[in-house]
C-alpha cells in the first residue's frame, strides 16, 4: 500500500524562527493534507491541497502539492509557542465515494522554546 | 463550522467485554466515515470505512469480526470493539466526509484502555 515518509520526526526551535517539514510518497496522491494534532486530541486540518503545484497559505503556514504529485511541504513563519504539537502530512489518491480514506505521515513533533 | 462529535471521550473496559464507540456528525450528513486506531507516538491507521446502510470496508489486518462498524443513519456509525484485550488500548478516531461534497472532519477521538 502507500507509504509516507514523513521529516525530521522531530524539531525543537527557538520562537520567531521558520519551521520546514516535507513528506513524500512511494506513489502519487490527488490530495495532500497537513494536520495538527495536540495531544489526547483528534486531528485539526491546516492546509488543503488539490491540484500538482499549488502553493497554498494559512496565515503563517504555507504548503505546497509538489508537481510530481509525489510529495508537499509544510512550512511555518515566525513560530509561536501554541504552534508546539505533532503535524501530520496525509494523502488520498481515492476519488469517489471512497475520497476520505488517509495515508498519514510518521508526524513531526514540533517544540517551540520561548 | 462542521463537527463531528466521538463519546466516550474515555473509557476504560476490562479485558474479555465489549465496548462501543460512536461518531456522530452533528450539523451534517455523513454517508461516509471512516474509523482510525493511533498508539500512542504513532501515526494514525486508518481501519476501515464505514457506508451507511451497507457493511463497512475493512482495511487489511483488521478483523471485522473484532472491530464491528454500524453506520444505521447519515449522522452516526459505531465501532464497537468485542471481546477486547489490553492491547486493544488505543486512540481510536473517527472521521466523516460531508455527503455534499469532498472535505473531511475529525472527531476528537476515544481513549481506550482495557485493564
Known amino acids: 500500500g502507500q507509504q509516507l515518509n514523513q521529516s525530521p520526526q522531530s524539531m525543537f526551535i527557538q520562537e520567531g524562527e521558520d519551521v520546514s517539514m516535507n513528506c513524500t510518497s512511494s506513489s502519487i496522491f490527488n490530495t495532500w493534507l497537513w494536520y495538527k494534532q495536540d495531544p489526547g486530541e483528534g486531528p485539526v486540518l491546516l492546509i488543503a491541497l488539490y491540484k500538482a503545484g499549488e502553493l497554498t497559505s494559512n496565515g503563517r503556514l504555507t504548503a505546497q502539492f509538489g508537481i510530481t504529485r509525489k510529495d508537499s511541504f509544510l512550512n511555518i513563519s515566525a513560530s509561536i509557542p501554541s504552534d508546539v504539537g505533532i503535524y501530520f502530512c496525509?494523502?488520498?489518491?481515492?476519488?469517489?465515494?471512497?475520497?476520505?480514506?488517509?495515508?498519514f505521515g510518521q508526524g513531526t513533533i514540533l517544540t517551540v522554546h520561548p | 463550522g462542521a463537527v463531528v462529535s466521538q463519546h466516550p471521550s474515555r473509557v476504560i473496559c476490562k479485558s474479555g467485554t465489549s465496548v462501543k464507540i460512536e461518531c456522530r456528525s452533528l450539523?451534517?450528513?455523513?454517508?461516509?466515515m471512516f474509523w482510525y486506531r493511533q498508539f500512542p507516538k504513532q501515526s494514525l491507521m486508518l481501519m476501515a470505512t464505514?457506508?451507511?446502510?451497507?457493511?463497512?470496508?475493512?482495511e487489511q489486518g483488521v478483523e471485522k469480526d473484532k472491530f464491528l462498524i454500524n453506520h444505521a443513519s447519515l449522522t452516526l456509525s459505531t465501532l464497537t470493539v468485542t471481546s477486547a484485550h489490553p492491547e486493544d488500548s488505543s486512540f481510536y478516531i473517527c472521521?466523516?466526509?460531508?455527503?455534499?461534497?469532498?472535505?473531511?472532519?475529525f472527531g476528537e477521538g476515544s481513549w481506550l484502555t482495557v485493564v
Open positions: 450539523d451534517f450528513q455523513a454517508t461516509t
Open positions: 472521521s466523516a466526509r460531508i455527503s455534499s461534497g469532498n472535505t473531511i472532519y
Open positions: 464505514s457506508n451507511e446502510g451497507s457493511k463497512a470496508t475493512y
Open positions: 496525509a494523502g488520498t489518491v481515492a476519488g469517489g465515494t471512497s475520497y476520505g480514506k488517509l495515508t
